[in-house]
């Protein structure tokens, strides 16, 4: 069932209080990872579109492909999330034994 359903990641449990998993290291690299990724993408594609009304010079857009490039790796670090712990069955298990 944990493989079927969304729930939030930290619970609250009337006898237990707030219960959330322990993450490892593969799963919280791809969250970061998302992160830098959206940020570079994202402050290149802002330029490139500014770059539409202003002058923009060839080594500044060389620098810019680096940002893409650089958005692009981070990009693919977040299939790291396929590698982790969360995606086997029964992870949640342990942490939310009886969950609705």
Do not use: E
């Not at 944990?2 to 930290?10: E, M, R, S």
């Not at 770059?51 to 670090?77: D, E, K, N, V």
């Amino acid at each position: 069932q944990d493989q079927t359903v969304c729930l939030g990641y930290t619970r609250y449990f009337t006898d237990r209080g707030y219960v959330t998993p322990k993450f490892d290291t593969k799963f919280n690299t791809a969250k970061a990872s998302a992160i830098v990724a959206n940020v570079f993408g994202g402050i290149a594609f802002f330029i490139l579109w500014m770059a539409s009304c202003c002058p923009i010079s060839q080594s500044r857009l060389r620098g810019l492909s680096c940002h893409f490039f650089i958005a692009t790796l981070f990009q693919g670090l977040t299939l790291l999330i396929f590698r982790s712990d969360i995606c086997k069955a029964g992870f949640f298990a342990a942490y939310f034994p009886y969950s609705d």
